[in-house]
Structure formats: structure tokens, C-alpha cells
């Protein structure tokens, strides 16, 4: 036996058993279906507490391996976003003539028309790369 | 962080250390998890692996395998890791992430022949008592999320009723109950798994 439990396992006990103390711990220890509960607790305990040492070289290698799903994760996020700025950039582009025309306003030259987008686009896609290398 | 409480020896005084908190503290920053921090996951592995090992015995047969499984389980919680939300035993849900990987290692037959090298220490002594152990975490393994949660909280973690149901979001009568019914359950599981 390790010793005297301390002050604070001692009220545990009490308060788990409804500080009928002496009627308690008689039934846990004499009480078939208590023991057995006990037993098995104990034991599952036991077993999910248990540990086996894993070594240095297995720790570092799969660490390792994180920092390289991170990268591969960081680089798939910063492909997709290329992506996303790039279809804005299209959307910008049509968007541009679209309003001039249903404005109302005099429809301007083809040439205009595509500097007109073409410029839309770059200043947008201009933006979010720069918003991007700043994040 | 996510190491298991050893003897009692004051509830008190271990909650101070924080060497001694389980990870299902609120301390635990999930938004650091859930953004996949680097340091995090680093001390995550460096703690919780020696607690994950023993769960590999079933799915592996040599050294070099275990060390591939485990490997592979931590590559698939960082995937996964935004599924954790925070509600329950973060090694209880390594756990099911133990059961997915193994599973697929393993193929379609789960292994019961634990080999010499992978021999739980407890066998050298008693034979039994390492396959007993062995069948005991299957049978958590195999639990309910909630219930296997309940156990890990409150059997391992050393989290009080009140502690444990304020983490899970639940009753304090519910966590009673779950505990209950998980400790039947895991009586006619390890009763199946012996006979």
C-alpha cells in the first residue's frame, strides 16, 4: 500500500459516496458487481494511461513531414486565390463595357472598348497581387 | 499536453502545472489548431505519440511499419484537423483518426497477433494481461464518439463531472449516464473479445 491518501482524496472519497463512509467502502469491497466494476475501470484505466516510448528520429521525421504538407497546403491556397483574382480580373473586364452601354452613353470605339477592359482587369489584378504579397 | 495524469497525488496542485493539463483544457487554443501552427503541431506530436503507440500494435507487425502508421495518422489529423471542433477529447478523436489509418493499413482484417517486437512490457510478465489491455482499447476504440469521450475525460484526463460536461456542452447527469453506459458496454465488449 503507497500510504495515507491525502485530505483531498479523502473527501473526494467521502463526497462520492454521500459521506456515508463506512457503509460504502464495506460495499465496494464486498459487493460482487462493484468489485467487478472497479476491476474493470481500473484496468481500462490502466490500459488507455499506458505509453510506449516513440524516438527522437520518429518524432523529428514526422514533423518533418507536417512542415512539408504545410508548405504544399500554403501553396494550394495561394495557387487558388491566383485563380479567383484572375476570373475577377475577366468579370472586371466585361463589366466595364457592359455598364458603359446600358448607361446610356454614346458606344464608344472597339478600340476604346478594349482599353477599356483591358484596363479594368490589369488595375484589378494589379490590386490583388499586390494585396497579396503584402499578406 | 497530452499526457495522462499520473497517480493522484492533488488534484489542486497538478491543475497548476501545466505540463500536467489535459489537452482538453481551455487553455488549448483551437484557433492555433485549426490554423495548423507549426509549433503546435510539433508538441502535439512530441506529446501524444508515446499515448498513441500502443494503439498501433493491432494494425502493424514490425517496427518500421509502426513508425509509418503513425506518421501517416498525424498526416491525416492535420488534414482533417478543422473536423475537431473543440467539443470533446482531442485524443479521443486521434483516436478514431488511429482506427481510420489502421483500418486501411490493415487492409479489410483487423490483426490480433501482436508480434515478439511489438510485445506490450505488461505480457513479458503475465501473457494475458498484454491481450487484455489490448482488448481493452479496441473496446474504448469501438465506443460511441461520446461515450469513448466520456471515459478518455473522466477515466484518464482526471476531469470532474462538472468539468467534463462543461466541455462536452451537456448536462452533468448526462455525463453520468454516458459513463454508465459506457462502462456496460465495455463489459460486453471485452466479454466478447475473451470468449
Known amino acids: 500500500m503507497r500510504g495515507c491518501p491525502d485530505t483531498d482524496a479523502a473527501v473526494?472519497?467521502?463526497?462520492?459516496?454521500?459521506?456515508?463512509?463506512?457503509?460504502?467502502?464495506?460495499?465496494?469491497?464486498t459487493c460482487t458487481v462493484c468489485r467487478a466494476?472497479?476491476?474493470?475501470?481500473?484496468?481500462?484505466?490502466?490500459?488507455?494511461?499506458?505509453?510506449?516510448?516513440?524516438?527522437?528520429?520518429?518524432?523529428?521525421?514526422?514533423?518533418?513531414?507536417?512542415?512539408?504538407?504545410?508548405?504544399?497546403?500554403?501553396?494550394?491556397?495561394?495557387?487558388?486565390?491566383?485563380?479567383v483574382s484572375t476570373l475577377e480580373a475577366v468579370l472586371a473586364g466585361v463589366a466595364a463595357p457592359v455598364v458603359l452601354i446600358t448607361s446610356g452613353m454614346p458606344i464608344p470605339g472597339a478600340a476604346?472598348?478594349?482599353?477599356?477592359?483591358?484596363?479594368?482587369?490589369?488595375?484589378?489584378?494589379?490590386?490583388?497581387?499586390?494585396?497579396l504579397h503584402a499578406a | 499536453m497530452c499526457r495522462a495524469r499520473p497517480a493522484d497525488t492533488g488534484?489542486?496542485?497538478?491543475?497548476?502545472?501545466?505540463?500536467?493539463?489535459?489537452?482538453?483544457?481551455?487553455?488549448?487554443d483551437l484557433d492555433r489548431f485549426h490554423a495548423g501552427d507549426e509549433a503546435l503541431f510539433t508538441r502535439l506530436v512530441r506529446d501524444c505519440s508515446p499515448r498513441l503507440r500502443p494503439y498501433l500494435h493491432r494494425y502493424t507487425r514490425t517496427e518500421a511499419d509502426m513508425q509509418d502508421l503513425l506518421q501517416d495518422v498525424w498526416l491525416r489529423a492535420y488534414r482533417k484537423r478543422r473536423t475537431f471542433v473543440g467539443r470533446g477529447s482531442l485524443f479521443g478523436w486521434l483516436l478514431t483518426i488511429v482506427r481510420t489509418v489502421g483500418m486501411a493499413a490493415a487492409g479489410q482484417h483487423e490483426r490480433?497477433?501482436?508480434?515478439?517486437?511489438?510485445?506490450?512490457?505488461?505480457?513479458?510478465?503475465?501473457?494475458?494481461?498484454?491481450?487484455?489491455?489490448?482488448?481493452?482499447?479496441?473496446?474504448?476504440?469501438?465506443?460511441?464518439?461520446?461515450q469513448r469521450d466520456v471515459v478518455?475525460?473522466?477515466?484518464?484526463?482526471?476531469?470532474?463531472?462538472?468539468?467534463?460536461?462543461?466541455?462536452?456542452?451537456?448536462?452533468?447527469?448526462?455525463?453520468?449516464?454516458?459513463?454508465?453506459?459506457?462502462?456496460?458496454?465495455?463489459?460486453?465488449?471485452?466479454k466478447e473479445a475473451v470468449s
Open chain 1, 12 to 29: 473526494a472519497i467521502g463526497a462520492a459516496l454521500g459521506w456515508d463512509v463506512a457503509n460504502g467502502l464495506h460495499h465496494l469491497q
Open chain 1, 37 to 83: 466494476r472497479m476491476d474493470l475501470l481500473q484496468r481500462t484505466r490502466s490500459a488507455l494511461a499506458a505509453t510506449a516510448a516513440v524516438d527522437d528520429a520518429t518524432l523529428a521525421r514526422i514533423s518533418a513531414a507536417l512542415h512539408a504538407e504545410a508548405d504544399r497546403e500554403r501553396a494550394r491556397q495561394q495557387a487558388g486565390a491566383l485563380w
Open chain 1, 112 to 131: 476604346a472598348l478594349l482599353l477599356t477592359s483591358g484596363l479594368g482587369a490589369a488595375l484589378l489584378l494589379a490590386g490583388r497581387r499586390l494585396r
Open chain 2, 11 to 28: 488534484i489542486a496542485a497538478r491543475r497548476d502545472d501545466p505540463r500536467e493539463r489535459p489537452l482538453s483544457d481551455d487553455a488549448f
Open chain 2, 112 to 146: 490480433d497477433a501482436v508480434t515478439e517486437e511489438l510485445r506490450d512490457t505488461a505480457s513479458a510478465v503475465d501473457p494475458d494481461a498484454g491481450l487484455l489491455r489490448d482488448a481493452l482499447r479496441a473496446a474504448v476504440v469501438a465506443l460511441p464518439d461520446r
Open chain 2, 152 to 190: 478518455l475525460l473522466r477515466l484518464v484526463d482526471g476531469l470532474s463531472t462538472a468539468e467534463t460536461a462543461r466541455l462536452l456542452q451537456c448536462a452533468e447527469g448526462t455525463v453520468k449516464a454516458t459513463l454508465h453506459q459506457a462502462t456496460r458496454k465495455l463489459q460486453e465488449l471485452l
